[in-house]
């Protein structure tokens, strides 16, 4: 007998007719774009009423915030010139031409790695504008040894304080990787303000205290006295509050599902059309909601760290030394850190190199008792180098919290709705799944993060 005749003699019913009669075991629609979403999940929510949620602060002088814009034209590089009312010196300062006159006076220098760009001791008589490239700073310890002063990297400057005053510099600043600088002379600024009226006038008012006195984090004085004996005259004083607090209106994420009447008609078992639809809807809105809160660049999380609470690694890759420094930027409380996973996988190797196994909380590594959760939406640049998050939560610690509004018409869930909006000629219906969010930094000392973490060595 051939083989092709033991193959018409089939004795059994076959597999593929019996699937006629059989109902498949099925899974609802899978995504691989669904993330863990650990700061939607951690962060507090608070409701934002009026859709506008603001920070009443005690009254602060601000600086601004200290970072740089520079534009590259080959191997040259200039700064924009509005950017230098990021000095304090210049802050405020609103005469385009007398920038643009001192953006010209800007010289460019390249410093290799080990090279020294400014010692100790020596008057500061120039500003250095860092437009590319990473310096560290070493201070003269108690003792007389080298003490580390931490790193400064791209958009930040030292040295700013020589311009308003006779002052040395109170470290020696080497060059940790190849720079890029623009130097600011003194006498070139000063040869600037002698033409300027308006530039004087600007030096004298920075000089003269900005308004009056201030506490070490640059909020008005609450003047008082303590330890006297006697009768003495005490002082008079109030707290100030700032008079333009910052308000986060609250952002949306929008899209019209789209769902043909007769899907929705004939197709609706084992599972509903219409609800898996708006179910894989609602989770890429959640995602973009994540990425929003951390990456815009009004409310974002990356868009609104302090200036001193933004440090950068010494080395490049994150150390357990690079994290316990972040840990004193946010020392009061801290929750949780966040990482992009190729950045918690980088931490990982430098404990391993070292010989640390660092503890686990949820099945996620922890440093110092404090977890580090992934996040995939905080950016990784071309260069392999990303940002580590360290934050306080809560509004009654004065920490970062999310802001939502729920009660909406036609709310489906917390601070997210589903309106139905009709059928159209093509028997198409139509619903618009909107999210509402925000988030809030309520003071600077909530949130730090760590720069140029290098994911790829």
């Given at each position: 007998?051939?083989?092709?005749?033991q193959?018409?003699?089939?004795?059994?019913?076959?597999?593929?007719?019996?699937?006629?009669?059989?109902?498949?075991?099925?899974?609802?629609?899978?995504?691989?774009?669904?993330?863990?979403?650990?700061?939607?999940?951690?962060?507090?929510?608070?409701?934002?009423?009026?859709?506008?949620?603001?920070?009443n602060?005690?009254?602060?002088?601000?600086?601004?915030?200290?970072?740089?814009?520079?534009?590259?034209?080959?191997?040259?590089?200039?700064?924009?010139?509005?950017?230098?009312?990021?000095?304090?010196?210049?802050?405020?300062?609103?005469?385009?031409?007398?920038?643009?006159?001192?953006?010209?006076?800007?010289?460019?220098?390249?410093?290799?790695?080990?090279?020294?760009?400014?010692?100790?001791?020596?008057?500061?008589?120039?500003?250095?504008?860092?437009?590319?490239?990473?310096?560290?700073?070493?201070?003269?310890?108690?003792?007389?040894?080298?003490?580390?002063?931490?790193?400064?990297?791209?958009?930040?400057?030292?040295?700013?304080?020589?311009?308003?005053?006779?002052?040395?510099?109170?470290?020696?600043?080497?060059?940790?990787?190849?720079c890029?600088?623009?130097v600011?002379?003194?006498?070139?600024?000063?040869?600037?303000?002698?033409?300027?009226?308006?530039?004087?006038?600007?030096?004298?008012?920075?000089?003269?205290?900005?308004?009056?006195?201030?506490?070490?984090?640059?909020?008005?004085?609450?003047?008082?006295?303590?330890?006297?004996?006697?009768?003495?005259?005490?002082?008079?004083?109030?707290?100030?509050?700032?008079?333009?607090?910052?308000?986060?209106?609250?952002?949306?994420?929008?899209?019209?599902?789209?769902?043909?009447?007769?899907?929705?008609?004939?197709?609706?078992?084992?599972?509903?059309?219409?609800?898996?639809q708006l179910?894989?809807?609602?989770?890429?809105?959640?995602?973009?909601?994540?990425?929003?809160?951390?990456?815009?660049?009004?409310?974002?999380?990356?868009?609104?760290?302090?200036?001193?609470r933004?440090?950068?690694?010494?080395?490049?890759?994150?150390?357990?030394?690079?994290?316990?420094?972040?840990?004193?930027?946010?020392?009061?409380?801290p929750?949780?850190?966040?990482?992009?996973p190729?950045?918690?996988?980088?931490?990982?190797?430098?404990?391993?190199?070292?010989?640390l196994?660092?503890?686990?909380?949820?099945?996620?590594?922890?440093?110092?008792?404090?977890?580090?959760?992934?996040?995939?939406?905080?950016?990784?640049?071309?260069?392999?180098?990303?940002?580590?998050?360290?934050?306080?939560?809560?509004?009654?610690?004065q920490?970062?919290?999310?802001?939502?509004?729920?009660?909406?018409?036609?709310?489906?869930?917390?601070?997210?709705?589903?309106?139905?909006?009709?059928?159209?000629?093509?028997?198409?219906?139509?619903?618009?799944?909107?999210?509402?969010?925000?988030?809030?930094?309520?003071?600077?000392?909530?949130?730090?993060?760590?720069?140029?973490?290098?994911?790829?060595?």
């Amino acid at each position: 007998m051939t083989e092709s005749t033991q193959a018409q003699q089939q004795l059994s019913l076959g597999t593929e007719a019996a699937r006629n009669l059989a109902t498949t075991t099925k899974t609802v629609p899978q995504m691989q774009e669904i993330t863990s979403r650990w700061l939607l999940r951690l962060l507090p929510w608070v409701e934002a009423k009026g859709g506008t949620y603001r920070v009443n602060r005690r009254l602060t002088y601000q600086l601004g915030d200290g970072r740089l814009t520079f534009v590259a034209d080959g191997d040259a590089v200039r700064i924009i010139p509005a950017e230098l009312t990021e000095l304090p010196v210049l802050h405020g300062f609103d005469e385009p031409e007398v920038l643009a006159a001192l953006a010209g006076r800007c010289r460019q220098r390249e410093y290799a790695p080990g090279d020294v760009l400014a010692e100790f001791g020596h008057p500061a008589d120039e500003v250095l504008l860092i437009a590319r490239g990473k310096v560290g700073l070493a201070g003269q310890g108690a003792y007389g040894a080298e003490a580390d002063r931490g790193v400064r990297a791209e958009g930040e400057f030292l040295g700013d304080e020589g311009l308003s005053g006779d002052v040395l510099w109170e470290y020696t600043v080497r060059a940790a990787t190849a720079c890029t600088v623009l130097v600011l002379d003194k006498r070139a600024f000063q040869e600037v303000a002698e033409g300027s009226p308006e530039l004087r006038q600007q030096i004298a008012d920075f000089t003269s205290g900005q308004g009056g006195p201030r506490n070490t984090h640059g909020e008005a004085a609450i003047e008082m006295a303590a330890g006297h004996s006697g009768e003495p005259e005490l002082p008079g004083t109030y707290v100030d509050y700032d008079l333009a607090p910052r308000e986060y209106e609250l952002s949306v994420a929008q899209t019209v599902l789209r769902v043909h009447s007769r899907v929705a008609d004939l197709y609706n078992e084992p599972m509903n059309q219409v609800e898996q639809q708006l179910r894989l809807t609602i989770e890429a809105l959640r995602e973009r909601q994540e990425h929003e809160l951390i990456n815009n660049p009004d409310f974002g999380l990356l868009h609104n760290a302090d200036r001193d609470r933004t440090i950068h690694t010494r080395t490049g890759p994150p150390t357990p030394d690079d994290m316990d420094e972040l840990i004193a930027t946010v020392w009061k409380q801290p929750a949780f850190f966040l990482a992009h996973p190729r950045a918690m996988a980088a931490f990982g190797r430098e404990c391993s190199s070292r010989g640390l196994y660092p503890q686990a909380i949820n099945g996620y590594p922890a440093w110092r008792g404090i977890p580090i959760y992934p996040c995939s939406k905080i950016p990784v640049s071309k260069q392999q180098t990303s940002s580590i998050l360290l934050m306080r939560i809560g509004e009654d610690v004065q920490g970062v919290v999310g802001l939502h509004q729920t009660g909406l018409p036609d709310e489906y869930q917390p601070g997210l709705n589903v309106r139905f909006m009709g059928i159209n000629e093509r028997a198409i219906a139509s619903y618009l799944v909107s999210a509402y969010y925000s988030a809030a930094v309520l003071i600077p000392d909530a949130l730090g993060i760590l720069e140029n973490v290098e994911t790829g060595r």
